[in-house]
């Protein structure tokens, strides 16, 4: 039998959903040692493992529990996910001009008209649905032409899914697609190389490269073209395009179906809203919490230090749990039931920080826009099959959610 450590790390467990249960007895615990590394599962442990770099650091081993090959190390310390500030401040202030309140208000038309026509238009397969929506607002937004959307939604499968056969090799049509994006998929490696690493996404690199020479040539107004004016090193570039393709999409791709199985489990609070379109932003905020699409990430620690009286030293790798700390009852009264109208929303699946995500108003406005469209329908969804998740213990993966209007 698992232990409750073996449980969390094993990513058959989440075939069939995450181990709150042995979350809650790590949590009583604090701060553990679990293998080469301490987890840390309490919420205000992790929010000052998160604010702390200067002690908890993301570029000494990068964010992964895994530590990189070292010939990997130093290529990934160069993305803004695996730097701590300044240089991390550094390449955040390129991007922010992307993500401004009225930079997400000029979208939100936009945003709302797509949603609205991916929910009317369900095949039945809701997180298959849902998918293009993140992938459509991030080509408009980094400037990735429509037609080559679907790269970034197999590039983030191959990054997040390497553990799950489904996923690893995912490859869609090419029908339609510019002829740069299929001069790049002709990179594409066929061996199962380990896309985490910088020779196993070829194909996204070279597309990234000839993106950027086209938007020298042609800028308009997005994120790729404004990125072609700053001073910005190969390396830095050739990062920031792969933590916009893949942790771009992927987290709302899987928050989004996380969202409505919440309901579904729900139904009480799926009426409840329906009754009050207000609480829709409080329900947004609920989803993310009691889904958590991300469910770790990894620091390490530059000095001795002690976090809930556990002594940790520097070197030590450190673990921080979201799925653990979105369920802490020191924070959440009844933390395992989902509430569309509960006002404590200081979750962290947006993370906490300097790291806190860029893109969180953006993806809270791609949630509203998808429930407003849900509660348009002129009925109820409800499960038609099987929920197929997503073999890993790092995202919170929905692979197929099976519905139908009643």
């Not at 238009?121 to 080509?139: I, K, M």
Request: net charge negative; with cysteine.
């Amino acid at each position: 039998m698992q232990t409750d450590a073996e449980l969390i790390l094993d990513p058959d467990t989440y075939t069939s959903g995450v181990p709150h249960d042995a979350l809650t007895r790590l949590r009583e615990k604090d701060v553990v040692r679990i293998a080469d590394h301490w987890a840390v599962f309490r919420h205000e442990d992790v929010r000052t493992v998160l604010r702390t770099p200067s002690v908890f650091s993301s570029h000494r081993g990068a964010t992964q529990i895994r530590d990189p090959r070292p010939a990997d190390l130093a290529y990934v310390q160069r993305m803004m996910l695996n730097q701590d500030p300044p240089d991390h401040t550094r390449l955040r202030r390129m991007l922010t001009k992307a993500f401004t309140p009225r930079a997400v208000a000029q979208l939100e038309s936009r945003i709302f008209e797509n949603a609205r026509a991916i929910v009317s238009s369900s095949s039945g397969d809701f997180a298959s649905d849902v998918a293009d929506l993140p992938l459509l607002t991030l080509a408009d937004i980094f400037g990735v032409p429509r037609q080559d959307r679907v790269l970034l939604y197999d590039w983030s499968n191959r990054v997040i899914g390497f553990e799950d056969p489904e996923y690893a090799l995912s490859s869609s049509s090419t029908s339609g697609m510019t002829d740069m994006a299929l001069e790049a998929l002709a990179l594409r490696p066929a061996d199962g190389r380990d896309p985490r690493s910088r020779d196993g996404m070829p194909d996204l690199y070279a597309y990234a490269h000839a993106l950027a020479a086209h938007k020298r040539l042609h800028p308009s107004d997005d994120v790729l073209s404004n990125l072609m004016r700053e001073d910005i090193s190969p390396e830095e570039f050739e990062n920031l395009f792969w933590l916009f393709s893949v942790a771009g999409n992927e987290t709302l791709r899987n928050g989004i179906p996380g969202g409505l199985i919440a309901l579904l489990a729900n139904p009480s609070e799926y009426a409840r809203l329906r009754a009050d379109r207000s609480l829709l932003p409080l329900a947004v905020e609920e989803m993310l919490r009691w889904w958590t699409p991300v469910m770790h990430f990894r620091r390490t620690c530059v000095q001795d230090t002690s976090l809930s009286g556990q002594e940790i030293r520097a070197g030590d790798k450190v673990v921080v749990w979201f799925s653990s700390a979105n369920r802490d009852e020191r924070v959440f009264t009844s933390p395992d039931r989902f509430d569309v109208g509960r006002r404590e929303a200081d979750h962290l699946s947006f993370g906490h920080g300097p790291h806190f995500c860029l893109g969180a108003q953006l993806a809270r406005t791609q949630m509203r826009a998808v429930f407003e469209a849900v509660l348009d329908l002129p009925g109820l969804l409800e499960l038609d099959g099987e929920v197929s998740r997503l073999r890993s213990n790092f995202q919170n993966g929905v692979k197929h959610l099976p519905v139908r209007l009643v």
